[in-house]
């Protein structure tokens, strides 16, 4: 089992957080650690849904899964809803995952810890629909906030101010 930390990075301006939707789907494109041929590209899962159980599986129930070509077990990806222990684990010392704050701007900070058997996660595709935008003037955004361009721009009515996000980018780093 490899652990594997979402990081993103992105320029804030009247943005106060940046969550990731607990219920919502991302989209990831995933290799065979054994063979950099096989990938899947744009594979899109819920954060909060479960995959079928193989029958007589003793896995933990995961949110992805899929078997490579000739292998005898499927590989699968389980979201950490607490990572804690598991980061302990491993001896990690940085931040863990957690909303991406105003103070963050230009800085990469995870966001999403998940726990891998026989796949590696490489690339994050945004969706439109998986994060949550709280204004410095406290509003909330969760809907349309599309990143799959790279940045995002709306209008706070409530606080007569322009908040947007811009240069957003996400990378996998494995621990």
Not at 15 to 25: E, I, P, Y
Not at 33 to 60: I, M, Y
Not at 95 to 110: H, I, M
Request: net charge negative; with cysteine; proline share 5%.
């Amino acid at each position: 089992m490899v652990l594997y930390l979402l990081l993103i990075k992105a320029e804030l301006d009247g943005v106060a957080r940046l969550s990731l939707r607990k219920d919502g789907n991302i989209c990831i494109s995933v290799r065979n650690p054994l063979s950099d041929d096989e990938v899947r590209d744009k594979v899109a899962f819920g954060l909060s849904d479960t995959v079928e159980q193989e029958e007589n599986s003793r896995e933990p129930p995961c949110q992805f899964a899929l078997k490579w070509e000739g292998a005898k077990k499927r590989s699968n990806l389980q979201v950490l809803d607490d990572p804690k222990a598991a980061l302990k684990k491993k001896k990690y010392k940085g931040e863990l995952p957690r909303d991406y704050k105003a103070e963050d701007s230009g800085n990469f900070v995870p966001i999403l810890a998940v726990e891998c058997r026989g796949l590696e996660p490489y690339a994050y595709h945004a969706l439109g629909d998986e994060f949550i935008v709280e204004s410095e003037g406290g509003a909330i955004f969760n809907s349309d906030v599309d990143l799959s361009e790279g940045d995002w721009a709306e209008y706070d009515e409530e606080n007569d101010a322009a908040v947007s996000i811009s240069e957003f980018e996400a990378k996998f780093e494995p621990l």
